[in-house]
């Protein structure tokens, strides 16, 4: 049985993406450094880590091996469908995951995070390591006022800083921001503030205590595509100035060719595919990758329907056997079933990694990657693949064509 021909849509929509963002020379700029030697020297280095939170119903398996790095000044952007065990993964990384048994190794700046103690984590929370949460108004006291709020961040971490100087540095740092009038916004409650200028005090708070690297989990989801535009704009400002790593959470692929220099793809809890952005958006591996991106809207093909991804990822509790993807893979090939492809190069470089057992001649969103995909499942797709393709694939695929 041969896979579905390729209509070339993922590459439209990657293109059209990146158009309405208005940054692709900057984007390709950006991308070129994958040509070449990596001359910085890596910050955080994340060596299989693991974490299972054991429940009345079963072990959930948030985070199954996955290994990464990031250096100074760049930045890595996760992308996966909820559940894939992104944000699990950068919470454990600051003890934020209480429970939860966890076993690896996560270096920053020569340090195991793994081995510390929650007083020791503390200190390392907010000065070092700064994080942007997705919902800024749960995330910012409703009873107390936003300048204090940033103060008190300073002073938490910092004795030595007077009320005073903690004010006056949140009043500065609302104004780096783009809040206008700082001086009288500095003593506003949160909600006297609107979604963005919300988001905007978050990212004043992390950069409060100069941290040298920042997690934002999602911080434009809540926001509208202008706002969103304007948070994506200030991040990338504030981190040229300050030279500081960023690791970007997002299901929004948009955010991650404007912002990221490196790309995790993640699927129920394992790494799918690791790989500079341009590799990820113009030769991707994997299919779920490419599914991802096939599922882009894009307003050059208005008469056409999405194609989206059949089925829901798997229950981090109940895995099913192989390759976890399978169930809603179109190349779905009898290996698949009963073994799970590790991370293996693409590239020459090394610098391109995907978790699948199409060959690696096969990236790419060209038609002689797309033939070597359907040659390669003629050769290796038997009657047990094919029936779950029909049952999965091919059902999925008449629902919503239907």
Same mark, same amino acid.
């Not at 990596?38 to 079963?58: I, K, N």
């Not at 000044?73 to 992308?79: A, F, K, S």
């Not at 690896?104 to 390591?129: K, M, P, S, V, W």
């Not at 020459?348 to 797309?370: D, K, M, N, R």
């Given at each position: $049985?041969?896979?579905?021909?390729? +209509?070339?849509?993922?590459?439209?929509?990657?293109?059209?993406?990146?158009?309405?963002?208005?940054?692709?020379?900057?984007?390709?700029?950006?991308?070129?450094?994958? $040509?070449?030697?990596?001359?910085?020297?890596?910050?955080?280095?994340?060596?299989?880590?693991?974490?299972?939170?054991?429940?009345?119903?079963?072990?959930?398996?948030?985070?199954?091996?996955?290994?990464?790095?990031?250096?100074?000044?760049?930045?890595?952007?996760?992308?996966?469908?909820?559940?894939?065990?992104?944000?699990?993964?950068?919470?454990?990384?600051?003890?934020?995951?209480?429970?939860?048994?966890?076993?690896?190794?996560?270096?920053?700046?020569?340090?195991?995070?793994?081995?510390?103690?929650?007083?020791?984590?503390?200190?390392?929370?907010?000065?070092?390591?700064?994080?942007?949460?997705?919902?800024?108004?749960?995330?910012?006291?409703?009873?107390?006022?936003? #300048?204090?709020?940033?103060?008190?961040?300073?002073?938490?971490?910092?004795?030595?800083?007077?009320?005073?100087?903690?004010?006056?540095?949140?009043?500065?740092?609302?104004?780096?921001?783009?809040?206008?009038?700082?001086?009288?916004?500095?003593?506003?409650?949160?909600? *006297?503030?609107?979604?963005?200028?919300?988001?905007?005090?978050?990212?004043? /708070?992390?950069?409060?205590?100069?941290?040298? /690297?920042?997690?934002?989990?999602?911080?434009?989801?809540?926001?509208?595509?202008?706002?969103?535009?304007?948070?994506?704009?200030?991040?990338?400002?504030?981190?040229?100035?300050?030279?500081?790593?960023?690791? /970007?959470?997002?299901? &929004?692929? #948009?955010?991650?060719? &404007?912002?990221?220099?490196?790309?995790?793809?993640?699927?129920?809890?394992?790494?799918?595919?690791?790989?500079?952005?341009?590799?990820?958006?113009?030769?991707?591996?994997?299919?779920?990758?490419?599914?991802?991106?096939?599922?882009?809207?894009? +307003?050059?093909? +208005?008469?056409?329907?999405?194609?989206?991804?059949?089925?829901?990822?798997?229950?981090?509790?109940?895995?099913?056997?192989?390759?976890?993807?399978?169930?809603?893979?179109?190349?779905?090939?009898?290996?698949?079933?009963?073994?799970?492809?590790?991370?293996?190069?693409?590239?020459? #470089?090394?610098?391109?990694? +995907?978790?699948?057992?199409?060959?690696?001649?096969?990236?790419?969103?060209?038609? *002689?990657?797309?033939?070597?995909?359907?040659?390669?499942?003629?050769?290796?797709?038997?009657?047990?693949?094919?029936?779950?393709?029909?049952?999965?694939?091919?059902?999925?695929?008449?629902?919503?064509?239907?």
């Amino acid at each position: $049985m041969q896979a579905r021909p390729y +209509s070339g849509r993922a590459c439209i929509a990657v293109s059209v993406m990146l158009c309405n963002a208005c940054r692709v020379s900057r984007i390709l700029h950006r991308g070129c450094w994958a $040509m070449g030697r990596r001359d910085a020297l890596t910050l955080l280095e994340v060596t299989d880590l693991t974490v299972s939170f054991p429940t009345a119903d079963g072990v959930v398996r948030a985070v199954r091996g996955v290994s990464f790095g990031v250096e100074a000044g760049r930045t890595l952007g996760i992308v996966g469908e909820s559940g894939s065990g992104k944000t699990v993964l950068t919470q454990t990384l600051l003890g934020l995951t209480p429970g939860a048994d966890v076993s690896g190794r996560a270096l920053f700046d020569g340090t195991d995070l793994l081995t510390l103690t929650e007083d020791q984590l503390r200190e390392i929370r907010g000065a070092r390591i700064a994080v942007i949460f997705q919902d800024p108004l749960t995330s910012l006291h409703p009873l107390y006022k936003v #300048g204090w709020q940033i103060a008190e961040m300073i002073r938490a971490h910092d004795k030595s800083v007077s009320k005073k100087q903690a004010h006056e540095r949140a009043t500065e740092l609302l104004g780096r921001v783009g809040i206008p009038r700082p001086a009288q916004r500095v003593d506003d409650y949160p909600h *006297q503030f609107s979604g963005g200028m919300r988001q905007r005090a978050m990212i004043a /708070m992390a950069l409060s205590l100069s941290p040298r /690297m920042i997690i934002a989990d999602e911080p434009t989801t809540a926001l509208d595509a202008t706002v969103q535009a304007q948070i994506i704009d200030l991040l990338l400002r504030l981190q040229q100035e300050s030279h500081t790593a960023l690791i /970007m959470i997002t299901h &929004d692929l #948009g955010v991650v060719a &404007d912002i990221a220099d490196d790309v995790m793809v993640m699927y129920a809890g394992r790494a799918a595919e690791k790989a500079p952005k341009r590799d990820v958006f113009y030769a991707p591996h994997h299919p779920y990758t490419k599914g991802l991106l096939e599922s882009i809207p894009s +307003s050059s093909a +208005s008469g056409d329907r999405l194609r989206p991804i059949p089925g829901s990822p798997p229950s981090l509790i109940n895995l099913p056997s192989g390759c976890k993807f399978h169930p809603r893979c179109g190349y779905v090939l009898d290996r698949c079933l009963t073994e799970e492809p590790g991370l293996r190069p693409v590239s020459q #470089g090394g610098l391109h990694s +995907s978790a699948c057992w199409l060959p690696v001649q096969a990236a790419g969103l060209s038609e *002689q990657a797309e033939e070597l995909r359907a040659q390669t499942v003629r050769e290796g797709r038997g009657e047990a693949a094919a029936e779950v393709f029909d049952a999965e694939i091919a059902g999925a695929e008449g629902s919503v064509a239907g």
